[in-house]
């Protein structure tokens, strides 16, 4: 399974970013995916994530009422809008899924991958 994120980039305060995580490859179910951002000097921390069906989603504090998580399953794609950013979430911003992977003969594993991420800045 392979995630490619894209999206971010350089905003003024105030303004909006749309990440974007698309998954790709052979034989695989997702189950829950989410965000993450890791600012310089810090942890990597979890900003939102959203289960297989989209009916249930999580926040951290920080980001809600500004940020929204949804997924489109036909695309297997995940995305965060970001609105009203503020410079303290300036972070690169990693993509996660989860699900189940299957070979050709018949078995099944579970997996959990990240994608590459992708740099936000938000100046003041």
């Known amino acids: 399974v392979q995630l490619v994120e894209s999206g971010g980039g350089l905003v003024q305060a105030g303004g909006s970013l749309r990440l974007s995580c698309a998954a790709s490859?052979?034989?695989?179910?997702?189950?829950?995916m989410g965000w993450y951002r890791q600012a310089p000097g810090k942890q990597r921390e979890l900003v939102a994530a959203i289960t297989s069906g989209g009916g249930s989603t999580n926040y951290a504090d920080s980001v809600k009422g500004r940020f929204t998580i949804s997924r489109d399953n036909a695309k297997n794609t995940m995305y965060l809008q970001m609105n009203s950013l503020k410079p303290e979430d300036t972070a690169v911003y990693y993509c996660n899924t989860e699900g189940i992977k299957y070979d050709d003969y018949g078995g099944a594993s579970s997996y959990a991958y990240w994608g590459q991420g992708t740099q936000v800045t938000v100046s003041s």
């Open positions: 490859g052979r034989r695989f179910s997702i189950n829950a």
